[in-house]
C-alpha cells in the first residue's frame, strides 16, 4: 500500500499540479483549478468531482449529460461515465505496460461504483478516513496487480516457450512461479 499511496501522490502533484501548470503558463491559460480540495472529501462522489476537474467537467458535459438527455436514468448515466473513464484509463496503461489486464476497469465498474452508492450524502471525519483508507488500499492492490503481471510476463515463458499475447493475463497461470529460488 505505501508504493501505491506514493504513486497516487507523485502522479497528482506531477500530472495534476506540475504538468498542468507548466502548460497553463505558456498558453497563459487564466483558469488554472485543475483540482479542488479533493482531500477533505467524505464521499467518492465529491472525491471523483474534485480530484481532477479537468476531466470530471469533460466526463460530465459529454457522457453524463448526453447520456441524460438519451433518457437514461442517473444511476444508468453514472455507469456509463464510469465505464468512459475505466476504458481511457485501462487504455493507457496497457499501452505503457504492454499488456492488456484489467484490474482498474474491474475495480472502477465494481468497488468504484458500489463505494460511490454507499457514500453517498455521507459527512464527517469517519467517511474522509474511509475514503483515505479505500484510496490507499485500492492503490496499493492495483499497483501489486499490475507488478505481479509484470513480473510473470517478465519471468514465466508461456506455452511452448512463446511470448505471452497482449491479452493473456500470465500471472494466473500455474505453472508461472514468478519467485524462483536457487537451489545451490
Not at 32 to 42: G, H, I, K, P
Not at 80 to 99: K, P, R, W
Not at 107 to 125: D, E, W
Not at 129 to 156: D, K
Request: aromatic share 20%; net charge neutral.
Amino acid at each position: 500500500m505505501v508504493v501505491g499511496s506514493h504513486m497516487m501522490f507523485l502522479m497528482f502533484y506531477g500530472i495534476l499540479h506540475s504538468w498542468l501548470n507548466v502548460f497553463a503558463e505558456m498558453l497563459q491559460f487564466g483558469d488554472r483549478e485543475f483540482y479542488q480540495d479533493w482531500w477533505n472529501s467524505t464521499s467518492f462522489s465529491q472525491y471523483y468531482r474534485k480530484w481532477n476537474t479537468v476531466v470530471h467537467d469533460w466526463l460530465y458535459t459529454y457522457v453524463y449529460m448526453e447520456a441524460h438527455k438519451l433518457k437514461c436514468g442517473r444511476s444508468t448515466s453514472l455507469v456509463l461515465v464510469f465505464a468512459a473513464s475505466a476504458a481511457v484509463h485501462e487504455y493507457i496503461i496497457a499501452l505503457s505496460m504492454g499488456f492488456f489486464y484489467p484490474v482498474l476497469m474491474t475495480t472502477y465498474l465494481s468497488i468504484g461504483v458500489v463505494v460511490i452508492f454507499i457514500t453517498r450524502k455521507k459527512t464527517g471525519q469517519f467517511w474522509n478516513t474511509f475514503m483515505w483508507s479505500m484510496l490507499f488500499s485500492g492503490w496499493g492492490t492495483t499497483v501489486c496487480l499490475y507488478a505481479i503481471e509484470w513480473y510473470a510476463r517478465t519471468n514465466c515463458p508461456g506455452a511452448n516457450n512463446t511470448e505471452p499475447g497482449f491479452f493473456e493475463a500470465r500471472s494466473w497461470d500455474r505453472t508461472c512461479h514468478i519467485i524462483q529460488y536457487s537451489e545451490e
